[in-house]
């Protein structure tokens, strides 16, 4: 099973950012998807996830700004991100657990003027 993340880049505070994921290879159903980020000099941090029902939860941080979506029949995840601001520059990973966690490759986001 492989993640391929897209749709990082650089973006003005304020401004807003889609970011793509989708799974591939040998895939049964898919359970949760998520996305986490990780700044230069932090630890890895949990961003938003949802289910395979739907069920959403989000980090405080972004609660409100972004918004998480899944396409089953493309087994794919979504992030789009409203509102950025300078402290949300990161690399953005995808992940999605199935049997095991899998995680995508990371892509960064940079929000400067």
């Known amino acids: 099973v492989q993640l391929q993340a897209s749709g990082g880049g650089l973006v003005q505070p304020g401004g807003s950012l889609t970011l793509s994921c989708a799974a591939s290879?040998?895939?049964?159903?898919?359970?949760?998807m998520g996305w986490y980020r990780q700044a230069p000099g932090k630890q890895r941090e949990f961003l938003a996830s949802?289910?395979?029902?739907?069920?959403?939860n989000y980090a405080n941080s972004v609660k409100g700004r972004f918004t998480i979506s899944r396409d089953d029949a493309k087994n794919t995840v979504s992030l789009q991100m409203n509102s950025l601001k300078p402290e949300d520059t990161a690399v953005y990973y995808c992940?999605?657990?199935?049997?095991?966690?899998?995680w995508g490759q990371g892509t960064l986001v940079t929000v400067s003027s």
């Open positions: 992940s999605a657990q199935m049997s095991s966690w899998y």
């Open positions: 290879g040998n895939i049964f159903r898919i359970n949760v």
């Open positions: 949802i289910t395979s029902t739907g069920t959403t």
